[in-house]
């Protein structure tokens, strides 16, 4: 049974750093590429991050672009994001997700989410 388990969320001021992880199992970690999505209280989901299957390609949504770092260690079947300079716009529930390939398209299997809210 694949299983996705986000954690590392929390209050963090304005301006602050969190890490997120997300610990993977039931499926081989390094077959697939994988994602962050949030969802703001009130609104739709917002597409964060991906990361190929080796780590080997990253990408960031535009807001994200210098202050969000997706990274993997797929020896221990975990995706991180690592999130500096926090914004009160970036709280949000993540998620993260596996693709149904080596490529970021098409999420299959999603966590359960970990609620980052940034204030003072």
């Known amino acids: 049974e694949v299983q996705l388990v986000e954690s590392g969320g929390g209050l963090v001021q304005p301006g602050g750093s969190r890490r997120l992880s997300c610990a993977a199992s039931g499926f081989t970690c390094d077959d697939y590429a994988m994602s962050w999505v949030r969802q703001a209280p009130g609104k739709g989901l917002e597409w964060v991050s991906a990361i190929s299957w080796n780590g080997g390609s990253t990408y960031y949504a535009e807001s994200m672009k210098g202050r969000f770092t997706i990274s993997r260690d797929n020896a221990k079947n975990t995706l991180y994001l690592q999130m500096n300079s926090l914004k009160s716009e970036d709280t949000a529930v993540y998620y993260c997700?596996?693709?149904?390939?080596?490529?970021?398209?098409?999420?299959?299997?999603w966590g359960k989410g970990t609620l980052v809210t940034v204030s003072s």
């Open positions: 997700a596996k693709a149904s390939s080596t490529v970021p398209l098409g999420m299959d299997y």
